[in-house]
């Protein structure tokens, strides 16, 4: 739902004539502070920096909230934010303007004795908010992506600004991760505190809608990467909302909202354009390998014998591959001496061919490393005469690929009126023939027809709407309920005004095997 305000400010909002109130915070030297709360009634001081709590309880100040923030709201001219979702699963990202006055050059390097030295640094937090009276609603938390670009004529700083998902989605993960039987909130959520150092009370995530047999990200992937194959699989959509808080919506979170909190109409629209084909996807295809673990069993042996010097240390590596590359695995088993393995072992001999003597007592383990896909052993020889490693096996718990999915699904009217329209998934995150054609047809049903998008401009803006807002659109001959997709939030000398991306939409429960009751209201897709 949209943010949380108080009587007042709905009324404010409604009026024709408005007292705006704009605000921007900046911490140049990105210094934290360990003192920073939430806006107390009675405590903290309007105007100050304290933040305004989110609209639901996360149970923690977020990250970006801890730093020591300057105050420039007296020097705003204009300032500008854009939030979005994408419907057909991923992360995005909220993106901020910001134009300043610089007639004392508190903005040009090396001036001010507090920021000078560090406004040409980039990524800078920044916190935006705009309302009435004396009251505001935050709409953008993030970082400024570079120096601000400084104007010597009309001494303004214009700054531009990325919300954190950015810096997030850059993290590389510095090890292969894998994950068996687990929901793609529960994957972020662990991916989150391990590579972003975010505290489990920082985000708020919907529960996926199914387990994930095997899920597997290969070392110096990013985040990013990882968090939009994750919300591919299920069209959910990961984004961090005004407040700075990070989320994650499933595909069936807009069910919730089934109450309009806002009417548009002519009256308080200026403008209205209906998008063109561009945005209409009439074609899905999805394509996925599945993948699964396997019991333990013989994955790699040697392909000939090896030699070890007498007081030599040798390292074998080994990698693990089938018909589509590089195989993960969930375990490997350490070799043991032939004479006492269960699975994986190592033989030894003084010849070449094996006819000689074993020499076991001369050979031992070194050292013994597994990788997501391979592995690497060191062996000593202790003895006075060549050993060699004459035969080897490696038992491991692959996930191999149990099935290939392929789905296709087409609106034919739609193609007949707008050509054909494609879209394509990869994903071996979707794991049954069942779940694929569903994603097919949930797109189809959202982006098949065009009228049911419109954008809109609105001559008195709403700060505390939020994208996933369900309202009402009254044209004067007829009027609808839409989800509010893309919002921009701008104040300047036009005052408060937003351009709104609304969006209709059937959002169905389609049935899921394993999730969905029989005799329940989820339907099956056709």
Not at 159 to 185: G, L, P, W
Not at 489 to 501: D, E, S
Request: hydrophobic share 35%; charged share 20%; with cysteine.
């Amino acid at each position: 739902p949209m943010q949380t305000v108080s009587a007042e400010f709905t009324a404010r909002t409604n009026r024709r004539i408005r007292k705006l109130k704009a605000a921007a915070q900046i911490a140049f030297a990105k210094t934290k502070s360990a003192t920073t709360r939430y806006f107390t009634v009675g405590v903290s001081t309007i105007g100050g920096t304290d933040p305004i709590g989110p609209p639901t309880n996360v149970g923690d100040i977020t990250e970006w909230d801890k730093y020591e923030y300057t105050d420039f709201s007296n020097r705003i001219l204009s300032m500008e934010a854009t939030h979005e979702q994408d419907i057909t699963g991923n992360f995005t990202m909220a993106i901020a303007d910001l134009e300043l006055q610089n007639t004392d050059d508190k903005f040009t390097p090396d001036v001010d004795p507090t920021i000078g030295a560090f406004v040409q640094s980039p990524h800078r937090p920044m916190r935006l908010s705009a309302g009435f009276g004396l009251q505001t609603v935050p709409i953008f938390v993030g970082l400024t992506e570079k120096a601000p670009a400084l104007s010597e004529d009309k001494k303004t700083a214009k700054f531009h600004a990325i919300d954190f998902i950015k810096s997030i989605s850059e993290i590389k993960i510095t090890q292969s991760e894998m994950y068996v039987n687990q929901r793609i909130d529960q994957v972020i959520s662990d991916l989150l505190i391990t590579y972003a150092g975010l505290s489990v009370t920082q985000f708020v995530l919907d529960p996926g809608i199914r387990s994930v047999p095997f899920i597997y990200f290969k070392k110096d992937s990013t985040l990013g990467k990882a968090i939009q194959q994750l919300c591919q699989s299920e069209l959910a959509t990961f984004f961090e909302d005004e407040s700075g808080v990070l989320r994650l919506w499933n595909r069936q979170h807009l069910l919730t909202n089934t109450t309009p909190v806002w009417t548009f109409n002519r009256d308080n629209c200026r403008e209205i354009q209906y998008p063109d084909a561009k945005n209409i996807i009439n074609t899905v295809e999805v394509i996925s390998n599945v993948r699964k673990v396997q019991a333990n069993q013989k994955l790699w042996e040697s392909s000939g014998a090896t030699k070890i010097a007498p007081g030599q240390t040798l390292a074998i590596f080994g990698d693990f591959k089938d018909d589509y590359g590089d195989l993960p695995v969930i375990s490997i088993d350490e070799p043991d001496y032939l004479a006492s393995a269960t699975t994986s072992y190592y033989a030894t001999n003084l010849a070449q061919d094996g006819t000689g003597e074993p020499a076991s007592t001369d050979i031992s383990v070194a050292s013994w490393s597994e990788f997501a896909t391979g592995f690497k052993i060191e062996f000593t020889n202790s003895g006075a005469a060549d050993v060699y490693i004459t035969a080897m096996e490696i038992f491991a718990r692959p996930a191999k690929v149990i099935s290939e999915i392929y789905n296709f699904a087409q609106d034919a009217t739609s193609v007949g009126k707008y050509e054909e329209q494609p879209y394509t998934i990869e994903n071996d995150f979707i794991q049954s023939e069942s779940f694929a054609k569903t994603i097919s047809t949930m797109l189809i049903a959202d982006r098949a027809n065009p009228s049911g998008v419109l954008e809109i401009e609105v001559t008195r803006g709403v700060p505390q709407l939020q994208c996933g807002d369900l309202v009402t659109f009254d044209k004067g001959k007829n009027s609808g309920t839409y989800y509010m997709q893309k919002k921009t939030t701008a104040v300047g000398k036009g005052g408060l005004v937003q351009v709104l991306t609304l969006v209709k939409r059937d959002i169905a429960s389609y049935f899921t095997v394993g999730i969905s009751t029989i005799g329940g209201t989820d339907v099956i897709a056709p």
